[in-house]
């Protein structure tokens, strides 16, 4: 299932603080965790990844290094900070009472969330 924009938009920076909050990952590996986390259900594509990366660096809430693989490939690696962890725990406080709401106003057709 494909998210409008919009509705992903709110949600993909948690995501991406969330998964990096286990670990430091380049920017390709970190979609593909995304989606196989989540099933295949949440896709960020470069056009939306790399911008939300360096949105992310830039508010310092996450921090990118250049290292150079095996293959002499340089690769930018990305990892969360204090700043970026503090905002992921008052997002996620946040985002459990928006799951909360929306299972009082749709009931029981959303009572898996």
Do not use: C, H
């Amino acid at each position: 299932m494909k998210f409008e924009r919009e509705l992903l938009k709110g949600v993909a920076p948690v995501v991406v603080l969330e998964i990096l909050s286990r670990g430091r990952m380049y920017g390709y590996e970190l979609s593909e965790v995304i989606e196989n986390k989540s099933q295949k259900i949440l896709t960020l594509g470069q056009g939306t990844l790399y911008p939300l990366l360096y949105n992310l660096e830039a508010q310092k809430l996450i921090k990118g290094e250049w290292e150079t693989a095996e293959s002499g490939r340089e690769r930018k690696y990305y990892s969360i900070t204090s700043k970026g962890k503090e905002k992921l725990e008052t997002d996620k406080v946040q985002l459990a009472d928006l799951f909360r709401a929306l299972k009082l106003v749709f009931g029981a057709s959303v009572a898996n969330i």
